[in-house]
């Protein structure tokens, strides 16, 4: 028996405007309520968008965005890499191949526990984000990623952790971070709106402003812009095409 997704014909918007939220800590409690209800709803889901709820594809796509990313970031061995909004760890258990540390920081307690339970290896540790703040000594990482992240996060939040990015990276240090958005001006959302009905996804955080404020953090920074692209290797379940600027990324280093 076919069943459809919860939300398929349903009024209640997947996508909810964090930047509606007045204050810091009340936006931070909304993101954290709003991912720990995805990860108990649909967890494969909320934390790989891509993968349809099928875990061999789940596998399968970290792997590929694990492969890109050592290429991309030309990872070290004793690499110690800073996991930005890592989930339930998809990239986590390829990219870690090789570190000396790998380290997971995300909102939701739900997603923490579940990469606890996937990622038992001692080179792993976790953190639950509490504050616009990374606890972490200066200089701790030699590379971070923030994969499917910043979209989700409202303007104060997105300005916090990129400037405690370059606070905890060590110079030289590599930052890969996937945009989601037109860098180029506004981002039609209501096709990502149609596709997570289908993909059976509760409301998720969407920052407004997530475009003009990377375009504004991209010069003026200790974080120095490398590169940007539009061919990370986010596909949409089981056809295998690019989903509307899902490939696009910036690649910073620490000066």
Partial sequence: MVQLPWNLFSSEDPIFDIEAVPDESTQLQKMRTLWDANAKHNPLVCNDFFCGGFQEQYERNGQRLADFLARKLQLAPGAKILDLGGGSGRIARYLAQGCESYTLA???PNLVCLAQA???????????????????PDQSFSDCIAIDTVMHLPERTLRAYFNEVARVLTPGGKFFLTVGVSLEG????????????LLNLKPVP??????????????????????????????????GVQAPFSGNYLLF???
């Fill in 106 to 108: 995300d909102i939701s």
């Fill in 118 to 136: 996937r990622l038992p290896e001692k080179i792993f540790q976790f953190t639950c984000l509490s504050e616009n703040r990374l606890p972490y």
């Fill in 186 to 197: 506004p981002t039609d959302i209501q096709a990502g709106r149609s596709l997570m009905r």
């Fill in 206 to 239: 969407v920052g407004s402003r997530v475009g003009a404020v990377m375009n504004a953090l991209s010069t003026g920074s200790t974080l120095t812009l490398k590169h940007r692209g539009n061919d990370f290797p986010n596909q949409l379940p089981m056809i």
């Fill in 253 to 255: 280093e620490r000066t």
